[in-house]
């Protein structure tokens, strides 16, 4: 048994990512690939928002449950980044905007500059209501005539109409300085104060986007989003692809008669199509994700991360040392948020299209949270093989439900309300089973599958 | 009628659309946000499986109302849910105790940080949500019967010849009179009764409460008690005023914090002035002060647009903001509660 566990502890990094390789490939052969390569795509997506909290909670014990809103963050910016401008609105409404956006940023500043200066709080109570609303006056006429221009197509301003791949960096780039902001105000709380107070701004961000329409739509959702990838059909249309689907499956093409092969063929290139356009994206994903837990290594084993790792460990003992905890964790904070953003910009590439109403705290922010944990809080590979695990739980245990119900339903086949209500329910369990996971983790192997390395050190 | 200034219809609009469903609100927060307070000075973690565990205690009340119902066992003009609320508070504190002795106490043995027990809550409120969502399904339901109103805007209007009527929907009265006698007898068993004080003592000073011979154990199993009332009842209040659907009561536990902190964490006083904050403001804040204008101001001065301060959508956010403000400004909320800064 020792010896077993020994093997374990020397490899367990190979170990387990050996075994979640073989269940996604055991997956594909009894199910199907276009499953396991949508399940491997949004795992790699997991896997960067995970590694973004896995830097806030792992390095710095940063309790950060604001997930979703980051991520929507990134979601805005691919439509920010990659529509096409609707010029007619930019005409009618944009400079309107940028004025009433233009006055909302100075009287924010404004307000922040005289309470530095230390004027009396009246006054500046004063200034700031004062410039909320005109901004208001300004900023309700404009989205006004946004909204009203075309509701059914557009009634929105648009993007820039850049290549989507700019949407990923941008939304880094948006999350960051939401970051930025909310950390100034609540990273000098203590932990379970700045859960709350991120919560609650995550939720905040998400009521923004469903309901300022002239930004993304609101709940009237953006589809048909631009693609780094090529389509489906034009895969279908191209020579070499048919070809190569041709030498794939030539020795079962072979056997029929010619009639025959070309509807299997045209069928064959239509599955192969999916399947290698979810291909494309899971290299864009791949490359991504390995660059980032490279660079997060390299940071963890940096002098900087053994600054960070210290200041988590004993605060006091590490601001005696003279290191600034404050702006260390602001940093930390911004840097987490912003790969969190890239993931939901990425997310909302591959999906197509962004839907506000589909941002749940349980999926978005509580689920990463529960990767994190599974994985081994501290642990980049961790993180990665959490996303992996758990996500795969969260997919597969709904069909896992219905087939468990329909072995029951074989046993007893009394045709009763029982099993139909279970066939509707069993979905919801997937919620109690991930409560589960986390607790049982948490008591019985507090540093998840892949612990932390160097925590004596 | 409208020409001339009228305070008292103004007042009286006022009344039916800003103070009885601001009053209502936020007894339903207070309780739910008392509750939170009495884990946090106790237990030590802010609960976040709060929102969960009262759909939990909502839905034990649920079934047995139907079951009352069914059997016919009711009492006309009495919503049935209060006569079955004792019933399944007896469930919700089996619940809650249970969950203490598989998840909490281990923590509270090995002295863990305060954030990993929140973590374990969080693993406490995806297996309750689940629960629930299972149970009883995802849907929203209405549950109230009886009585609607205690009086309507017809027999109001009939009374006093006012021009505009207020109407006081039982579960408005209902919440308000059951919160007052919670409350009261809340302090009444804190400040009084032995165990109470025992319960004050430990939040006060763990370590000397446990020298004085206070069993720490029985201290965390009557807090859970009381929370467990507290919740069932928040909970069917809520639920009896505005429906019961599982993701809407997973939410509540935004604004419950937003008591909570407003008022000062860890007290039960602030999370009670705390929740009427949070209720007034997003009412206040989002009403439309158009109609009560027009009766106080001569006609000159009537106002064309809807005269409101923020957007009805942005109702929840208004909590928040409330809450960053103080967590800036007074950071141990309006009565002082516990510091944030870790010892």
């Known amino acids: ?457 | 009628m409208s020409d001339s200034i009228d305070i008292i219809n103004a007042f009286a609009l006022l009344t039916n659309f800003v103070i009885l469903p601001a009053l209502s609100y936020g007894s339903q927060l207070a309780l739910g946000a008392l509750a939170v307070t009495l884990v946090y000075s106790i237990l030590r973690f802010s609960n976040f499986a709060q929102g969960d565990s009262m759909a939990f205690g909502t839905m034990l009340v649920i079934f047995f109302t139907g079951f009352m119902i069914d059997k016919g066992w009711t009492i006309s003009g009495v919503p049935t849910a209060l006569l079955v609320i004792p019933f399944a508070m007896i469930g919700t504190s089996i619940y809650l105790l249970s969950m203490d002795r598989l998840v909490y106490r281990f923590y509270r043995k090995v002295k863990a940080k305060s954030i990993t027990i929140v973590m374990a809550s969080i693993g406490v409120m995806f297996i309750t949500g689940g629960l629930v969502r299972f149970i009883i399904g995802p849907r929203s339901q209405n549950f109230a019967d009886g009585e609607r109103f205690i009086f309507s805007v017809r027999e109001f209007k009939a009374f006093t010849g006012l021009e505009q009527g207020i109407a006081l929907k039982t579960s408005q009265f209902l919440t308000v009179t059951i919160a007052i006698i919670l409350v009261a007898f809340v302090f009444y068993f804190l400040q009084k009764t032995k165990t109470g004080k025992a319960m004050r003592a430990y939040s006060d000073n763990k370590e000397l409460a446990l020298l004085s011979g206070i069993n720490p154990e029985k201290v965390v199993q009557v807090t859970w008690l009381v929370v467990a009332a507290l919740t069932t009842i928040a909970g069917t209040l809520y639920g009896l005023d505005k429906g019961f659907a599982p993701q809407q009561y997973h939410l509540l536990l935004l604004p419950i914090f937003a008591s909570v902190i407003v008022g000062g964490i860890g007290s039960p006083l602030g999370a009670i002035a705390g929740a009427f904050l949070v209720a007034f403001s997003e009412v206040l804040l989002t009403y439309a002060y158009k109609k009560f204008l027009i009766y106080l101001l001569p006609i000159s001065l009537h106002p064309n647009s809807l005269v409101q301060l923020i957007g009805t959508e942005y109702k929840y956010a208004i909590s928040f903001v409330i809450l960053v403000v103080v967590l800036l400004i007074r950071p141990t909320g309006i009565f002082k509660g516990k510091v944030l800064i870790d010892e």
């Open chain 1, 1 to 457: 048994m020792s010896k077993y566990k020994n093997l374990w502890e020397l490899y367990k990094t190979p170990i387990s990512f050996s075994i979640m390789s073989l269940v996604l490939l055991l997956v594909g052969f009894f199910q199907s690939w276009a499953l396991v390569l949508g399940i491997f795509n949004l795992s790699l997506i997991s896997a960067i928002m995970a590694l973004g909290v896995n830097i806030q909670w792992g390095y710095a014990g940063i309790f950060n449950v604001g997930i979703m809103g980051f991520a929507a963050l990134g979601g805005v910016s691919v439509i920010l980044i990659s529509q096409q401008p609707v010029t007619a609105a930019v005409e009618v409404g944009g400079i309107k905007m940028l004025i009433a956006l233009l006055l909302g940023v100075t009287t924010i500043i404004s307000g922040v500059i005289l309470n530095k200066k230390g004027f009396n709080r009246w006054i500046i109570a004063m200034v700031v209501i004062v410039g909320y609303l005109i901004t208001r006056h300004y900023f309700s006429e404009a989205s006004n005539l946004i909204e009203k221009l075309n509701p059914e197509l557009a009634g929105y301003l648009g993007g820039l109409g850049l290549p989507v791949v700019f949407s990923w960096f941008f939304g880094g780039l948006v999350a960051a300085a939401a970051a930025w902001s909310i950390g100034k105000i609540t990273l000098g709380l203590r932990s379970d104060y700045l859960a709350i107070a991120t919560l609650g701004i995550s939720e905040i961000i998400l009521y923004v986007i469903k309901n300022e329409d002239w930004l993304v739509r609101g709940v009237k959702n953006v589809t048909g989003l631009a693609r780094p990838v090529p389509y489906e059909i034009q895969i279908q249309k191209m020579e070499w692809f048919i070809n190569m689907v041709s030498w794939i499956y030539s020795s079962k093409l072979d056997i029929l008669s010619k009639g025959d092969q070309l509807v299997q063929l045209n069928e064959y290139v239509r599955n192969t199509s999916v399947i290698f356009v979810k291909l494309c994206y899971s290299g864009f994903f791949i490359t991504t994700l390995v660059a980032m837990v490279i660079m997060a290594n390299l940071a963890l084993n940096s002098p900087w991360g053994r600054k960070v790792r210290a200041i988590r460990d004993n605060e006091v003992a590490a601001s005696a040392m003279g290191k600034n905890i404050t702006s260390q964790h602001l940093q930390i904070f911004i840097i987490g948020s912003a790969i969190v953003g890239v993931a939901g910009a990425m997310l909302v590439t591959y999906f197509g299209l962004f839907n506000p109403s589909e941002y749940q705290p349980l999926r978005y922010t509580f689920l990463i949270w529960v990767m994190v944990i599974v994985g081994g809080s501290g642990n980049n590979l961790g993180s990665v093989i959490g996303a992996f695990v758990i996500w795969f739980i969260w997919i597969q245990s709904g069909p896992m439900g219905i087939w468990l119900v329909d072995i029951i339903n074989n046993y007893y086949q009394d045709g009763n309300g029982v099993i139909d209500f279970l066939e509707e329910r069993v979905f919801f369990l997937r919620l109690v089973f991930m409560g589960l996971i986390l607790l049982i983790v948490m008591r019985f192997a507090p540093g998840g599958i892949l612990p932390e390395k160097n925590k004596e050190l």
